[in-house]
């Protein structure tokens, strides 16, 4: 009877899971295409060292103001991960032995090769439990942040119960608990059968326990495969109904991750396009819909966001899971859609629900308070992209509905008459160069390296001196090197960010065209966001091109000898590391190997640096708009570097030396503290 009753319950529970799961898959299927299924090798290894490995849930992470650190919640996670992929197999066994008594996997069996498959599994049962302790401590007691909410961008999450976190604990306790009962009570009434003795050897925990259960042995291993079996068929229903449906999504979300460079957006078709941008939900690729499937809710992510740590709206947890309960509410209407035509034209005639960008969802606010500092994206562990999502729908704000901050105007006005965000005569760009013997590639066109100076470098006051300083750095070193003065094109890094994408192919292609037009093959520039786009996105405009940074060029003269630098007393520096050089190019090194070489100087790290570095708040076309000042993310950024009692913030970006020295100056500290590019420091200690 009792078998014919788990029975039924087994085809109810599955069956539904099954529609559940069925209905989710085919949303995937609905909205729009995209090919995720290259590079087999690479996202194998992805799946091995960030969903197996958990290496993002482990990290050592940075410990400033907000407690954030997380690395023993990691380890928590870690070990409930694998204690869930070890136990999966016990599930089976367990299921298994509501026909025969005593049902083992092949070769499982504790004559075989069970013995140490038990033994493990039996720790990880007391390791779970352990976890689950921490995990409890967590939400009733220490509440974090990170699982509370970051206000106020993240007020709705601060509002939430959370009585799902506690169920889903609870649960995973019972299946912990009703193991170790049931096991402990089989071995205390069968204690005379040979296979049971043989798995008594090798759990010593459910032996334990099974010690303690006294005459009522039977009764309570009845009870604990009821309360495993039971638990785990209503557990699996609730998963996809809540944050734990990551528990199914997380491994194929980590499989499916972006491979292509970083730093590339995807390229429009806006020839072809029916659209230009993504404002109805189902206009969101199947990648990103599998991302809002996947989210744990942990709260990384937005515990690294400058935008949410000033204060604005935006919080990438909170636009994700705002996205995703749309996405839940709108199921139905979503599976109405009919199947998708191989080009997935048919999809994107189609729109469900509203236009979610704007007051009906998410705010324009929101969108333009993004830098694109992928900080979110590096620390998400389970790989879901943020930067891609919101550039897309600024796509939509600025191409459809011409709607973007009123100050980007003059920076769009700039870009195409000027050809450059500040509008300055484009007759100007290589005025900087008058007197110094700059060679041109129109006079030298064979030079090994076009030094591509970029427009804040050519126009910016301040950032001129640091072109000068690279200058005479490459002319001290007899590189073979030339600029392309006024025929230098702005290569539209700002207008993609913005969501201007009609703007930035335009200029990307006329740029390309110039450098193809001197068969350019190596580039030298000091501006990590020409440096991205060139490197990273010109391939998809014919534009290939070895793209070297600065720092990375003149830390190979220091070591190759070509330069020698000289001490000028002590001094102490942080520095300050740029999105678009370290968490998008991984150039972390580079820099502070060329400070470290300076003699005097003394490195001191801010507690927040390289792939955890806050950004400086210029990225994402954010140096062209207006900010409250209440909520200046380049204030904060400043606050983080004198913290560290420093004679002087060096940088590697000309957008981060404009917002350093504007927030020094902002804390009247522009006397004390000298914001200083790496190419000032070297030519300034040149022998
Ligand atoms: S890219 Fe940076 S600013 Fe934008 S949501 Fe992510 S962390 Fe926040
Ligand atoms: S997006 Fe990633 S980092 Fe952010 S809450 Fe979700 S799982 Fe955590």
Known sequence: MSTLIFSVLVVVALGYFGRTIYRRFTV???????????????????????????????????????????????????????????????????????????????????????GPYLFLKDIMEVVVLGAISVALYRWGVSHPQRLYGFKPAEEKLAGHSHWEAYLILCFIGCIMIGGLLYDGGRMAYEHDSALVQSERAWQPFSALVGSLLGGRAKFFSDFGWWLHNCVILVFINLLPMSKHFHIITSLPNVFFLKTEPRGALNKMDLENAARFGTSYINQFSWKQVLDMYSCTECGRCASHCPATMSGKELAPRQLLLNLRDYLYAHEDQLLAIKPVGGDGAEAEAVTVGENIVGDALIHDEVLWACTTCRACEEAC?????????????????????????????????????????????????????????????????????????????????????????????????????????EEELCNGETARRIGNEYLYQAMAQACVDVLNGYKVKKILTNCPHCFNTMKNEFPQFGGNYEVVHATEFVQKLIASGKIRLKGDGAQAITFHDSCYLGRYNDVFDAPRDILRHLPGVEIREMERNRKFGMCCGAGGGRMWMEEEPSKRVNIRRVEQALETSPDAVAV????????????????NMEEQVKALDVMELVADALV
């Open 652 to 667: 590697a970006c000309p957008f981060c030396m404009t917002m350093i020295d504007d927030g020094l100056k902002s804390k």
């Open 28 to 114: 995937l299927q609905k909205v729009t295409p995209l090919n995720r299924f290259d590079n087999i090798p690479e996202r194998v290894k992805a799946v091995l060292i960030y969903a197996f490995g958990q290496k993002k849930f482990v990290q050592r992470e940075p410990r400033p103001e907000t407690r954030i650190s997380e690395q023993a919640a990691g380890w928590m996670h870690f070990f409930i991960f694998w204690g869930f992929t070890i136990l999966a197999v016990q599930v089976i066994t367990m299921f298994g032995r509501a026909y025969i008594d005593d049902f083992y996997l092949p070769l499982l069996s504790p004559h075989l090769l069970g």
């Open 381 to 485: 562990p389970v790989m879901i992209e943020y930067v891609d999502k919101i550039v897309d729908m600024r796509r939509h704000l600025v191409q459809e509905e011409s709607r973007f901050p009123v100050e980007l105007t003059r920076t769009f006005k700039g870009m195409e008459t000027q050809g450059n965000p500040w509008g300055v005569d484009a007759g100007q760009r290589a005025a900087w160069a008058e007197g110094l013997d700059v060679p041109r590639m129109a006079d030298h066109p064979e030079a090994e390296f076009l030094f591509y100076v970029g427009c804040a470098g050519s126009f910016d006051e301040r950032n001129k001196r640091t072109t000068i300083a690279l200058t005479k750095i490459l002319k001290k070193a007899g590189v073979d090197f030339a600029i392309l003065g």
